[in-house]
């Protein structure tokens, strides 16, 4: 059975973007394969936080997680951190990576530019994430295209380590969605929909923002001038192009039935309102689901302790591997 690895950042509220992007895939995809999931609290600490903020928004993910479907029976849900073989791990391959390769990260060179002060820990981390993956042997990595280059890497650093100590890790595989692979800021459709940029107004649809909110969203999505319904990738249409994506990647529909869908809307209001439709009931089951974690956060906590049991069985073993490949003493 393939086995699969992914994670996310606990760095703000999730949004359509990761649910179009990620957890759908996930979910979808936990019946054919064995799955492991991680929020990713040690690569949040690369941008700047609030330790408090942290700890709740790590939790507010866990419940969304297991609210859009992820089964703790079918699936590893996990945080990094109770897993301590990913840290301990990242030093090891520090070792073997050379800098230039990070260097050369799309990420990090615009993460570099934008934050006041950078830490090591930007820099090193497509190392940790490297890490996350190699240490469960995944074969597959489902990620939004933004993180292609870092899974590609992570292949180079298992490639480094294979022809140094012997054939020791997989070689993993970035597995891409094919629509809404990227969903763009409602107000700005040059950018990407994050969670970091969640608290600008009108820019992200929370997947836990109740009806109003997203309605109020849509509303103020920038379009243009065009006054035409339909497909493009014409930057100046961006705008109206992300709106029928997301209405597309929910429905499922092709692109012809879409635009078929709005042809007798009377302008980009109709528009607007017919995907922030379309989205407000996608999001509902969610919404309600994951109240009911967060308001029994002892079951939460019972359920991540448990994820992190099943994942430290695999890391761990592995991680003690790696060390006697590269001429530790082990196991003292
Ligand atoms: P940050 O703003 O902190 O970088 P993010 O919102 O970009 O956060 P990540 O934690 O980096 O989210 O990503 C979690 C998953 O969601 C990844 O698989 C990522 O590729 C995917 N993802 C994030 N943003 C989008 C987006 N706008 N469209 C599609 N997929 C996305
Ligand atoms: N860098 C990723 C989050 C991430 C990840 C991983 C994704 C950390 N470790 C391992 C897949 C596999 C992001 O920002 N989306």
Known sequence: MKRVFSGIQPTGEPHLGNYLGAFRQWVEGQDQKENFFCIVDLHSLTAPYDPEGLRERTRKLAAVLFAVGI????????????????????????CITPIGWLQKMTQFKEKFTKQESVGMGLLDYPVLMACDILLYDADEVPVGDDQKQHVELARNIAGRFNHLYGDFFVPPEPVIPKIAARVMGLDDPATKMSKSA????????????????????????????????R??????????????????AITG?????????????????????????????????IREESDKYLNDPVALDTMLAKGAEQAREVAMPKLREMQEKMGLLVGM
Not at 260 to 285: C, Q, T, W
Request: proline letters at 3%; hydrophobic letters at 40%.
């Open 253 to 285: 529909k092709g692109r012809e039935e879409v635009e078929a869908d709005f042809a007798n809307a009377r302008g980009y209001g109709d528009l607007k309102m017919g995907v922030a439709e379309i989205v407000i009931e996608a999001l509902r089951p």
């Open 71 to 94: 089964s703790p029976e079918k699936s590893t849900l996990f945080i990094q951190s109770h897993v301590s073989a990913h840290a301990e791990a990242c030093w090891l391959l520090n």
């Open 231 to 248: 497909f493009s990738d014409d930057q100046e249409r961006a705008g109206v192009n992300n709106l029928l994506s997301i209405y597309q």
């Open 198 to 229: 969640a608290s600008i107004r009108g820019h992200a649809i929370g997947v836990l923002d109740d009806p109003k909110e997203i309605e109020r969203s849509f509303k103020r999505a920038k379009t243009d001038l065009f006054n035409e319904i």
